[in-house]
């Protein structure tokens, strides 16, 4: 065929958004790091769920309403670095389609070279050998090739032959996908969603793999209210991931419910339905064993009041911090953030999760604390959205304890601009560091690590991984601390114990008399501690 028409764009984005779904599985495989955080493939499953449930019901003839609809689905659904790129690929893509009725073989050229541009100027410090590369190789090779009267199925031949092609050298780009034996995760989940797209081109369209199940791709989207709700859910347990131990799972799941059922389907599924204040730690506590099946979340009916409460007057300030965790959540309130956005490393909350929290924040001038790497982008996305007057401003915080740090510094007395760069610059003034459990065998960057062992990491380069969590926070200690360190502060995770913070406490102190010791329970899944040494 010649030309692509508006329904047929959604069918292919739709298969695409399917694609994806079907393997997010393996995305997340391609991890890198040795962490509990291999969520690439989830996030952008996630994100393209949204673009996907934004045109479902669209019957519209032109590509352009179709794309911008599904391209305003991904920008308030992006989660994670990937996601958010992602988004703005389709941004691009959906800008260069305004006011047309169909595509031509140059129209989708002009339009991949636009969605191009718009990832690249999305990110700060692009990096290439990951699905940036892998986009502008693409988008570059059909425009060098696309001709008049081309046809649209030989446009996706050389689109999935570049594509293919680049992901295969995104580790001759970047030497530590090398140095593991694996290309790029984002990279990946783009060259999957090409095939989607492809498949309902020649009619073929991917339909997700589980027959017969509703599956609700905002999983994260619908944990953020801060209220008792219902969660239900099938868990397939993955014997590369961490054991899964049931009485284990019953003490975490009664100790943070408020109501508790739970049974067995099958050998290696499980349905659980729970009433809890944050079902976010029970799905980033779960995603150590398995990979989720189904996901539904309800709120309570008593919360559906929270709408009728009188609308409180505005404020000039208020700062959004992203946790996970109760104690996490109490020492961010402690110092002044009156928002708490549930997640984190293994939970990155979309776009219009911050636009959410904005809102609800009622403030002239909003700070927000990603205190995550991979959340930066969507909560910058989110604040480039807002339409209200409202002020808001990302302080770039990549860690807990840079969060804290940085909250710290904020006054209300200080003058917007002055409080924001008071807070980026408090970022420098911290070190960061945590200690969690290895999910794999591999090397990387000289370290042996060994699965379900534990590893000490500052930023994201691994300082020891031994079998004790203990000793690898020692050994995490004894690199970290410095002649000038002053304070250090440790977060305990909820696999630590009260008396394990006693005992702590009194070694640490013993063996850093000099240096100011705090340590606190945070309840963080996933990771046993939370180090900030400044």
């Given at each position: ?197 492809n498949k309902a081109l020649i ?215 002055l409080n924001f760069n008071n ?112």
């Amino acid at each position: 065929m010649k030309t692509i028409s508006g329904q047929l764009l959604k069918s292919m984005f739709i298969s695409a958004s399917n694609n994806v779904f079907n393997h997010y599985p393996e995305i997340d495989a391609l991890n890198v790091f040795p962490v509990p955080d291999g969520d690439t493939g989830m996030n952008m499953n996630l994100t393209m769920s949204s673009g996907a449930k934004e045109i479902s019901n669209r019957n519209d003839n032109n590509v352009s309403d179709i794309a911008k609809s599904f391209s305003r689905g991904l920008l308030m659904g992006a989660r994670g670095n990937s996601g958010v790129i992602t988004s703005q690929i389709f941004r691009g893509f959906a800008k260069y389609l305004e006011g047309k009725e169909e595509i031509n073989a140059i129209d989708l050229a002009e339009a991949l070279i636009a969605g191009k541009e718009s990832s690249y100027k999305a990110v700060m410090r692009p990096v290439e050998g990951t699905i940036l590369t892998v986009i502008r190789e693409t988008s570059d090779s059909l425009m060098a090739k696309a001709e008049e009267g081309m046809s649209i199925e030989e446009c996706f031949e050389i689109i999935l032959k570049e594509a293919k092609s680049s992901l295969a050298r995104t580790p001759e780009l970047l030497p530590v996908l090398k140095d593991v034996g694996v290309v790029d995760s984002g990279g990946a989940g783009l060259v999957t969603i090409f095939e989607g797209m492809n498949k309902a081109l020649i009619g073929e369209f991917v339909y997700k793999s589980l027959e017969g199940q509703q599956v609700v791709e905002e999983k994260d989207n619908l944990v953020q209210k801060g209220y008792d709700m219902e969660l239900n859910f099938f868990l397939l347990k993955d014997g590369s991931k961490k054991q899964f131990i049931e009485r284990n799972f019953r003490d975490f799941a009664l100790h943070h419910g408020t109501d508790f059922l739970y049974s067995m389907v099958k050998e290696d599924r499980f349905n659980i339905k729970i009433q809890m204040l944050h079902p976010g730690t029970l799905l980033a506590y779960l995603q150590q064993f398995g990979e989720f099946e189904t996901i539904s979340i309800t709120p309570h009916k008593e919360d559906k009041q929270e709408d009728k409460k009188v609308k409180s007057p505005r404020k000039e300030n208020a700062l959004i911090a992203v946790s996970s965790g109760e104690g996490l959540d109490e020492l961010f309130r402690q110092v002044g953030v009156s928002v708490i956005v549930n997640g984190g490393q293994t939970m990155n909350p979309s776009a219009q999760d911050f636009l959410d929290a904005i809102k609800k924040a009622n403030a002239n001038n909003v700070f927000i604390l990603p205190n995550n790497s991979n959340i930066v982008m969507a909560a910058t996305q989110a604040c480039e959205m807002i339409d209200d007057g409202t002020d808001a401003r990302v302080i770039p915080s990549k860690t807990v304890p840079q969060g804290l740090v940085s909250a710290l510094v904020f006054t209300n007395e200080n003058k917007v601009d002055l409080n924001f760069n008071n807070m980026k610059a408090a970022l420098k003034n911290v070190s960061s560091g945590s200690v969690t459990f290895a999910i794999k065998d591999t090397d990387i960057e000289g370290v042996h690590v060994t699965k379900n062992y534990y590893m000490g990491l500052r930023d994201k380069m691994i300082i020891t991984c031994v079998k004790d969590k203990f000793e690898a926070l020692r050994n995490l200690l004894s690199d970290m601390i410095k002649m000038d360190s002053s304070i250090v502060t440790i977060i305990c995770g909820e696999d630590i114990s009260d008396k394990e913070i006693k005992e702590l406490n009194k070694d640490i102190a013993e063996s850093y008399k000099d240096i100011q010791i705090n340590i606190v329970s945070g309840k963080q899944p996933v990771y046993s501690f939370l180090v900030g040494v400044e």
